[in-house]
């Protein structure tokens, strides 16, 4: 692990001195682009799959994994689930913003409390699947629409807040696996096994623990929809919040 861990470094630092002669330091004017909160060009946003700067890119210094300046490499200060510039970091403050023919839309994270959001996941499933809709200045604007779409196995509260992901891997910063992350931590807002939190308490109108609430929170498998998580007695389909641990070790692989 070591070993590939030091080859892993050698060859982001060879590529990522590739990609830094590349890299375009400012936005046109009227550029569809992303850019970070320290002015680090991000990349545009176009259906032309060959353009140095393009997000979707692979090979460029905006879409490569490899990349410092990219938002798809988990190690990049843009895209590090730790990064003080990136989408995916839930505690992000500082998250880079999104330009639609040079007018600003929103910015790009994980973080629920971020004025005029983009969901991350949403903004990466439109720009991956419906770019012209994104060039048009529209993103989905729901991150459990997104992960619906993509197939994926997770919990969304009644006023649609992402309430982590079923995968058991604990190593998953969005799993409700991960006792340190935000939909696994006890002390998190967004963790339903918080009994402080509005998804949580026992009194709570959105919390899978009022034996009373009408709107608890929804399971997903693979995309579909397989019941509520609740202990309300009259709520059909449901799950059972106490053992959906349990249930999600038997039906949701760690990979996805």
């Not at 353009?51 to 994994?65: A, E, F, I, R």
């Not at 012209?132 to 006023?159: N, R, W």
């Not at 807002?189 to 899978?208: E, M, R, V």
């Amino acid at each position: 692990m070591q070993h590939d861990e030091k080859t892993r470094q050698l060859l982001q630092n060879l590529l990522d001195g590739v990609y830094q002669k590349q890299a375009q330091s400012t936005p046109a004017q009227q550029d569809s682009c992303l850019v970070a909160q320290d002015n680090q060009y991000l990349g545009r946003i176009t259906d032309n799959q060959y353009d140095t700067n393009s997000l979707l890119n692979t090979y460029g210094p905006y879409g490569s994994q490899y990349s410092s300046t990219s938002i798809f490499n988990p190690y990049s200060p843009y895209g590090s689930e730790y990064g003080q510039f990136s989408i995916n970091n839930p505690y992000c403050s500082t998250p880079p913003k999104l330009f639609i023919q040079g007018r600003f839309i929103g910015h790009v994270s994980k973080n629920q409390y971020v004025t005029h959001l983009i969901p991350a996941d949403a903004f990466l499933y439109t720009l991956r699947n419906d770019l012209p809709t994104l060039l048009s200045g529209h993103v989905i604007q729901s991150e459990a629409e997104a992960k619906q779409l993509s197939g994926e196995s997770f919990i969304v509260a009644g006023d649609e807040t992402f309430l982590g992901k079923l995968n058991p891997n604990a190593d998953d910063n969005e799993s409700i696996f991960n006792q340190y992350g935000p939909y696994g931590s006890k002390y998190s807002q967004t963790c339903i096994f918080n009994p402080y939190s509005p998804y949580g308490g026992q009194y709570s109108a959105l919390s899978p623990f009022n034996q009373y609430a009408t709107n608890p929170p929804r399971v997903f498998l693979k995309g579909q929809f397989v019941g509520y998580l609740t202990v309300n007695q009259y709520k059909t389909p449901k799950l059972d919040p106490n053992s959906i641990m349990d249930w999600a070790k038997q039906h949701v692989s760690t990979y996805g």
